[in-house]
T-cell receptor, first 115, second 108 residues
Framework: GAGVSQTPSNKVTEKGKYVELRCDPI?????LYWYRQSLGQGPEFLIY????????DSGLPNDRFFAVRPEGSVSTLKIQRTERGDSAVYLC?????????????FGPGTRLTVL | DAKTTQPNSMESNEEEPVHLPCNHS???????IHWYRQLPSQGPEYVIH???SNVNNRMASLAIAEDRKSSTLILHRATLRDAAVYYC?????????FGSGTQLTVLP
């Protein structure tokens, strides 16, 4: 079946611009996660949705970052006034939410470059 | 989430077993031990998880120390496709806290 998909695969923008990154989770997965991965490091948790609501947004670095999931499926990560330090691969994952453990399925990521 | 410690890199010969160690000395009683791996230019991929008992699945085995302060991921026969960064994580199954992982190189 189809896995997690993310668009675009690459995004180049200029400092100060606004960007939106999209994530399509696996059908039926109620939990959705965003992570950010800088070069040479492991992914860093940003935010977790359970259905339409953000259950934990403690990883968002500042108020320039915002994410939505209005219908409980597709999610969009929005970054305002981008900075060069925002350059990274943004990963999305989804999981079911039943039982005591649910593995996360990751998408291929969106590589964001801020010039 | 508890912090984990892994070697930066390891090498293995193809078709030989690989034992990837991980220390998680500050793990709490309800924390899972998870392993994910990341192949080049891909997102992470779930490998295995455990709580207290050793676990086996089609990809690997997980051996957990009796005191839960360490664990070992075992790949029974490494292939070239197993070359990846392997992340050992302890904590919730939700907000995964990745460290730097172990870069596994498989030699033909």
């Amino acid at each position: 079946g189809a896995g997690v998909s993310q668009t675009p695969s690459n995004k180049v923008t200029e400092k100060g611009k606004y960007v939106e990154l999209r994530c399509d989770p696996i059908s039926g997965h109620t939990a959705l996660y965003w992570y950010r991965q800088s070069l040479g490091q492991g992914p860093e948790f940003l935010i977790y949705f359970q259905g339409t609501g953000a259950a934990d947004d403690s990883g968002l670095p500042n108020d320039r970052f915002f994410a939505v999931r209005p219908e409980g499926s597709v999610s969009t990560l929005k970054i305002q006034r981008t900075e060069r330090g925002d350059s990274a691969v943004y990963l999305c994952a989804s999981s079911q939410d039943r039982g005591s453990y649910n593995e996360q399925f990751f998408g291929p990521g969106t590589r964001l470059t801020v010039l | 989430d508890a912090k984990t410690t892994q070697p930066n890199s390891m090498e293995s010969n193809e078709e030989e077993p690989v034992h990837l160690p991980c220390n998680h000395s500050t793990i709490s009683g309800t924390d899972y031990i998870h392993w994910y791996r990341q192949l080049p230019s891909q997102g992470p991929e779930y490998v295995i998880h455990g709580l207290t008992s050793n676990v086996n699945n089609r990809m690997a085995s997980l051996a957990i120390a009796e005191d839960r302060k360490s664990s070992t991921l075992i790949l029974h026969r490494a292939t070239l496709r197993d070359a990846a960064v392997y992340y050992c994580i302890s904590g919730s199954a939700r907000q995964l806290t990745f460290g730097s992982g172990t870069q596994l190189t498989v030699l033909p």
